[in-house]
């Protein structure tokens, strides 16, 4: 790689960078500890996570300026291992979680990202900038009217800066300003060191101690699989949100070994599993952030504010970052997408709908893009059968039944129901599938028993015009040549 390419990837504005960067690392210290403790384990798990999957992932991954870190998502998961087994259990799943990411990587289960829809991602999307909204309600709502003015002025200084200079990250300019304000006036509003106690030294490699056997292997198996597959979810779809923020691809198949690799040393040092964060991203994104420096720089700024400045950034208010992830629901949500309900086909809408109700109703977003992805593939179903036809033709003695469209578990009844088995003076049947395409086994079930039936009533038939891939599984699947009667014939 040569220096260009080195500089172009890493820090192609070094000085947007590290201010990208410093923003997600005030950031993501409130979330790291409530994550945890959504997760039942003490703050510094989620803190350790945060640095050592934010640095890996910016070396390893696949796509620059993403953040990776602790997620609430990862959290829910891991709340009855925690509970049931403990920490030493939740470390040991979350190395195994790292291994399956691995091993997802070399099958190249990153190119599954194509058979996700756009409606589903903008589901996604939207689904995800409510929740981000939802989750500072409790921090806003109730918490008196200091608060609701300081956060009204961080959301203030955010958007009217940009108009006056664009220098700074307005994110970083309300954190840092909303701080010294409440510091100098001894307001008496929630802070960073109230969400809990941040650590003040660095984590330590250290291999989980739990017995090495079997039954330890099924316990922690389930846990680390499902880990692996919320985690790798998200971060794909988060990284196809940042390629289309930044105009941008990146390598699917390389982020997945990179999310691998972040868990298997989060797992050494004492933190738990993660994956992608589309709110972080965001705000690295909108802050200037193109690179992965940026995404370093979080990682190890964090561990320098949590150990080194951590008496100060306990004393940052929750205002200030709720005004800021404000600012991510806001920028995240689609809003384009609620104009398009108008327009875009109904089936469309349905799974972008449908995909932001169940995320919103479970709070869980691995469930809410499965949906959208099986509601796709239904719709999909459901139009292709429409370009399925049969149409048919006699000549004396013999009909011709032309097939034409695409003939796979979804048409294979239908392409049965359309012949007549029973007609009057029939001799012989030809069947013309030069239009015709078959996918599936279902479908060349579906040709077995047409043929075996006309057999059973002493009519001879002839299959022509098979394309070569129709032709491959008929050789191979189909059981109504090898018995004889029918005669086959390809382009």
């Known amino acids: 790689m040569n220096l260009s390419r080195l500089r172009a990837e890493w820090a192609p504005n070094v000085t947007r960078e590290l201010l990208a960067g410093t923003v997600v690392a005030l950031a993501l210290i409130p979330e790291a500890i409530a994550f945890s403790i959504i997760a039942g384990v003490d703050p510094k798990v989620g803190l350790y996570a945060s640095f050592c999957i934010a640095v890996i992932t910016a070396i390893a991954g696949g796509r620059p300026a993403m953040i990776s870190a602790a997620t609430g998502a990862m959290a ?8 049931e087994h403990g920490l030493q259990y939740l470390l040991a799943a979350t190395l195994l979680t790292g291994v ?42 109730g918490r008196g009217s200091t608060v609701y003015a300081m956060t009204a002025a961080g959301l203030a200084i955010i958007y009217l800066l940009p108009r006056l200079t664009t220098a700074i990250p307005s994110p970083l300019v309300t954190i840092v300003l909303l701080t010294g ?37 099924a316990i922690i198996t389930p846990y680390a699989l499902t880990l692996a597959m919320v985690g790798l979810l998200e971060s794909l779809m988060t990284a196809a949100i940042v390629d289309e923020m930044t105009d ?17 040393v989060s797992g050494c040092f004492g933190g738990m599993a993660g994956c992608a964060m589309i709110g972080q991203s965001v705000i690295n994104v909108s802050s200037g952030g193109r690179g992965r420096l940026s995404t370093f720089w979080a990682g190890g700024f964090l561990l320098f504010l949590i150990v080194v400045l951590g008496p100060y950034v306990a004393r940052i208010p929750m205002a200030a970052l709720v005004a800021v992830m404000i600012m991510v629901s806001i920028n995240t949500f689609q809003w384009r997408s609620i104009r398009s309900l108008l327009i875009h086909p109904k089936s469309s809408s349905v799974v972008m709908l449908g995909t932001v109700a169940v995320v919103v109703a479970t709070h869980d ?11 796709s593939g239904l719709f999909f179903a459901h139009k292709v059968t429409r370009f399925f036809a049969v149409t048919s033709a006699r000549e004396g003695g013999t009909r011709t039944y ?6 796979f578990f979804a048409t294979a009844e239908a392409f049965h129901a359309a012949f007549d088995f029973r007609e009057d003076g029939l ?24 043929v075996l039936k006309f057999r059973h009533h002493a009519i001879p038939v002839e299959i022509v015009g098979m394309n070569l891939a129709t032709a491959t599984m008929v050789d191979r699947l189909a059981v109504h040549d090898k018995a004889g009667g029918a005669a086959l014939s390809g382009h």
């Open 76 to 83: 829910l998961v891991m709340t009855t291992l925690v509970k």
């Open 100 to 141: 399956f990411q691995i091993v997802a990587s070399l099958l190249r289960l990153g190119n599954l990202m194509r058979f996700v829809s756009r409606s589903v991602v903008t589901g996604f999307v939207n689904a995800l900038a409510i929740l981000i909204f939802l989750a500072q309600m409790p921090e806003l709502i």
């Open 181 to 217: 304000i409440a510091i100098y006036f001894g307001f008496d509003i929630r802070t960073v060191g109230d969400m809990g106690a941040l650590p003040s030294e660095l984590p330590v490699f250290a291999l989980p101690q739990i017995p090495l056997t079997l039954e330890t292997l």
């Open 248 to 264: 941008t691809t990146s390598d699917k198949n390389r982020e997945c070994a990179g999310q691998g690799l972040a868990n298997i």
């Open 365 to 375: 977003l691995a469930k809410g893009v499965l949906f959208g992805v099986v509601l």
């Open 402 to 407: 032309r097939v034409g469209g695409q003939i």
């Open 427 to 450: 001799e012989k049947v030809a069947i013309d599938l030069g239009e015709a395409h078959f996918w599936d086994i279902t479908a060349i079930n579906a040709l077995d028993r047409v």
